[in-house]
């Protein structure tokens, strides 16, 4: 057992933060314990995300920021997806980093750090695939109440702008009883929310079939954790457009754990760019499948992601995505400029690339566009009683904080003993995100 001390800086979504929470579970395994910071830890662990080039950039300056005024002898270790794909050149260029491991090996860290702690440098991109040691994994979590549960990993779909096939490899679901295990289990230590991951979770399960040879897909998860008691609310992202069924519509309507919320990345309001994104799915089928989601479920809360700026968007395409933004009426839209990764589709459309100005333009009037959306949509809360599981006090201390069926953070008055409790809380404002609210006395 060791008595080092470690940090973990993780980057990139909600993926991301689970692994880096398995990393931390890991760690401590064999003994060694959370760093208060970054600059007083034995090792930091850069968990890197490759689907935006900034996030990337980030990566490196840290690497030399921590060996500048790390603590003296600090040890790095990079992990994830940009390591994935680019593990052997950081490994060469940068000889500060003592290990380098990739996205589906950190069952192997407790090796690493052996080794490292000896004095060797470790690159290690091994895939290890096992479900079983995956889930048999425990993550140090944050929330005690709120949990994220990893049901897949990987992608198949390659659209054209993404690195994550690459980065993160081809689909894998895991066994539906790990998955039920692991939320009884979490259930048991006092969890009530989960929030269920994975790149394309609509094509969860293809290669399961169940007690009757039939074959076991999302909804049939969906139904079985709905039989599961103690589960208080349960989300899960991230939907693909052209997966999203009419009949997880009609599941979403009927549950009673399944929160009012859902996002799916529309990523461009054009069906050009849509046809060359290779995203599968038309402006229409996408709206065809919302306007049916919103009849079944009238107060369902939408978000997107979507980008500007992809090669040979034209004026007529950037005002589609701005048209779909209004009709949609996204509670939240996550927006972004395309970003080159290299060795995906949309890298050799280099002769149809945006400028740069044009692609900063055209999302920073999307984002001022989607502000007022997202605000004024939040003033339409004014009044709602929204049950609420309180998760954590407010960045004061002197609140508390949780997330509504919408997904909406709320922030409402409230006892510390109010904390992993669901309470009734009146809303009274809202800003774009963020909605402030009164609990009722019960
Ligand atoms: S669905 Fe497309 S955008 Fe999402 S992870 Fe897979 S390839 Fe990337």
Redesign the pocket.
């Given at each position: 057992m060791s008595s080092k001390s470690f940090f973990i800086i993780n980057y990139g979504c909600q993926m991301n933060f689970l692994e880096s929470q398995k990393i931390a579970g890991q760690l401590e395994g064999i003994g060694y314990s959370y760093a208060p910071d970054k600059m007083n830890a034995d090792y930091v662990v850069l968990n890197t995300c490759a689907?935006r080039e900034t996030a990337e950039r980030k990566i490196y300056g840290t690497i030399g920021l921590i060996k500048k005024y790390g603590k003296s002898g600090v040890k790095i270790a990079v992990g994830g997806c940009v390591t994935q794909v680019k593990g052997k050149e950081i490994y060469d260029r940068y000889k500060q980093v003592d290990i380098i491991f990739g996205s589906r090996n950190k069952e192997m860290l407790p090796q690493f750090f052996e080794s490292a702690d000896k004095g060797k440098r470790i690159l290690n991109l091994d895939e290890i695939v096992n479900e079983d040691i995956e889930y048999a994994l425990s993550a140090k979590r944050d929330s005690k109440y709120s949990a994220f549960v990893e049901i897949m990993k990987g992608?198949?779909?390659?659209?054209s702008?993404?690195?994550?096939?690459y980065a993160?490899g081809r689909e894998i679901s895991i066994p539906p009883d790990n998955i039920k295990d692991k939320i009884v289990g979490l259930i048991d230590k006092g969890y009530k929310e989960f929030t269920l991951l994975g790149?394309?979770v609509n094509s969860y399960g293809k290669k399961f079939t169940d007690d009757k040879d039939r074959n076991y897909r999302f909804l049939d998860l969906l139904n079985d954790l709905e039989g599961i008691n103690g589960i208080y609310r349960l989300r899960f992202i991230?939907s693909?457009p052209k997966d999203f069924s009419f009949e997880l519509a009609d599941l979403m309507a009927t549950s009673n754990i399944i929160a009012h919320s859902l996002h799916l990345?529309i990523?461009s309001g054009s069906n050009k760019i849509l046809k060359l994104?290779?995203?599968g799915y038309s402006k229409e089928d996408y709206i065809e499948k919302i306007s049916y989601l919103r009849s079944k479920i009238p107060d369902i809360a939408l978000s997107t992601?979507m980008i500007f700026g992809f090669p040979s968007e034209d004026e007529r395409d950037f005002l589609e995505s701005i048209d779909i933004l209004k009709k949609i009426n996204y509670q939240i839209a996550f927006l972004f400029q395309f970003s080159v990764r290299t060795g995906t589709a949309a890298a050799k459309m280099e002769e149809k690339f945006i400028d740069n100005k044009t692609k900063l333009e055209r999302l920073q009037y999307a984002i001022d566009f989607q502000n007022k959306i997202s605000y004024e949509r939040s003033k339409n809360y004014i009044g709602n009683i929204e049950d609420l599981l309180f998760y954590s006090s407010d960045k004061t201390g002197k609140k508390l904080m949780g997330r509504d069926t919408h997904n909406m953070i709320v922030v409402a008055d409230g006892k510390k003993k109010d904390i992993g409790n669901i309470k009734k809380v009146k809303i009274n404002d809202g800003n774009s995100y963020t909605l402030f609210g009164s609990q009722l006395n019960e």
């Open positions: 689907v992608c198949n779909n390659f659209c702008y993404c690195i994550v096939p993160r790149q394309n991230t693909h990345p990523q994104m290779n995203r992601d």
